[in-house]
């Protein structure tokens, strides 16, 4: 490698094994996995109201009666050729 591709990659320094940085890192991150409280309601999945849910069930509906009937029209123009 050349010397002026070398000062495109700094070298990268880490800490001590086992430092405090890393303890910490460590507890925080056993804390999130092993956490038993519920997320925060910002970031909750919300249900669909039963209005809404049965309203995309009949546009997902609608959309496959058209690509249903899209197919039978190439099927029949194939058929005249």
Known sequence: MSPEEKS??????????????????????????NSTEPPLSGSAIHRKCEECA??????????????VQKTDVTEEEEEVK
Request: net charge negative; aromatic share 8%.
């Open 54 to 67: 049965q309203e995309e069930k009949l546009q997902r509906m609608s959309q496959e009666e058209d690509e």
């Open 8 to 33: 495109f990659f700094p070298k990268l320094a880490t800490g001590q094994q086992d430092d405090k940085y890393e303890q910490h890192a460590d507890a925080m991150a056993n804390r999130v996995v």
